[in-house]
């Protein structure tokens, strides 16, 4: 690979102040900034109805719910990663003034196909190191479909959940969240939607 063709290595305070500058918003893995695409309508109506429903249980406590416009920032391996979740929850706030939070407790991303390689590999073994997070929950968006990584004494466990009338209970949080809610207005297809687990599995290992 010529010099011209390698990607650009910046420090986190350069990917900030690009961000600060910048119209549009992207992530930061270890010194590389990937831009971030435009969500589906269906995607981002997931995404609210779970902030809609966690403000309403959280409300007046110190636990608050942030959207996807606010980063997490975490350290992996030695270097600093940057990410914009779907929406978190964090109990440990960083200042107001703040672009980012250090310490979130809950992380919901809704799949899509052109993250959901990043979301169910790079970024769940990024985000299942940090400290306080108790637990991290990805959506399907096209079937009442969620996958609930939980942190117990032996490390996070994965619980598969199902079905319209499902209820996913955040013990730390004291509340729990109904399928029902999370897919208001969402109208179900017969599959998915997303590509083969087989598929899923050769993209992961190439």
Known sequence: ??????PEYFTPDEYLLMEERGPTKSEYVDGWIRAMSGATLRHNRVKLNCLVQLSLKLREQ???PFDSDTKIRLDYKGKKRFYYPDAQVVCDSNELSSVFQDHPVLIIEVLSPSTRRYDLDEKMTAYLTIPSL?????????????????????????????????SIDLPTLGISLGMRDIYEGIEFTTECVQEPEQEYETLRNN
Do not use: W
């Open 1 to 6: 690979m010529s010099n011209a063709e390698k």
């Open 134 to 166: 108790q637990c991290y929950l990805l959506l399907e968006q096209h079937q009442p479909i969620a996958i609930v990584m939980r942190r117990t004494k032996s490390g996070f466990l994965r619980e598969d959940m199902q079905g319209i009338n499902a």
């Open 62 to 64: 110190c636990c608050q």
